[in-house]
């Protein structure tokens, strides 16, 4: 399986950690992964104009342009980000926006999702409303979302140094594909 995953925390800290560490996982059992930071890549915003409505394609010429065929390869997609405003980041947000290309004929069709979300509140609200968020364009997507893990955790390292949260990381990574 072709495992992708997208991490739209703008600081090295608790999304990328958890990414990797599925991810590790993941390639324990075989399966091919790549790991992209949004942070690193240079991703205009949607300007709106609609022209991939007609053309299928984004005509803004960025680092999405080598990601589009990167998410059209993949069986599974993993959409990691840290709670802001009890929501997904600006930066993943973006990256959904720029999604648009693939909505119209719906070509992400039945690839698997899931979410992997890192706030530092417990409340289930702040749960709900950021992984609706990812739930929401994975429907819009005829997306198959297939799961989703929240930790807790606010200073940068706290997920790595907290047993149980590794602990549930490792489980979720168990079930992801089993
Ligand atoms: C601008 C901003 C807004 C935030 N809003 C929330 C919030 O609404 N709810 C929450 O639980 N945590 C919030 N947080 C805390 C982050 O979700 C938390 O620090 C998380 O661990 C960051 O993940 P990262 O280490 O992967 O960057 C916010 C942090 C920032 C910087």
Request: proline share 2%.
């Amino acid at each position: 399986m072709k495992i992708i995953a997208i991490c739209g925390s703008p600081r090295k800290g608790n999304t990328e950690f958890i990414l990797k560490r599925i991810l590790t996982k993941m390639e324990e059992q075989g399966h091919q992964t790549r790991l992209i930071l949004l942070r690193e890549k240079r991703i205009q915003f949607c300007d709106g104009c609609l022209s991939c409505d007609e053309t299928e394609k984004c005509k803004l010429r960025d680092d999405m342009q080598i990601i589009y065929p990167q998410l059209e390869e993949s069986d599974l997609i993993i959409f990691g980000s840290p709670v802001y405003f009890n929501n997904v980041t600006g930066m993943m947000k973006n990256f959904i926006d720029r999604l648009l290309p693939f909505y119209y004929k719906n070509k992400l069709r039945d690839k698997k999702i899931v979410a992997a979300i890192v706030g530092a509140s417990d409340k289930i609200e702040t749960i709900k409303k950021s992984t609706d968020c990812i739930k929401t364009a994975a429907d819009l997507l005829k997306m198959s979302f297939v799961g989703d893990i929240y930790l807790v955790a606010r200073k940068n390292d706290e997920v790595e140094n907290n047993s149980e949260s590794l602990k549930q990381i490792d489980k979720f990574a168990e079930n992801l594909v089993s």
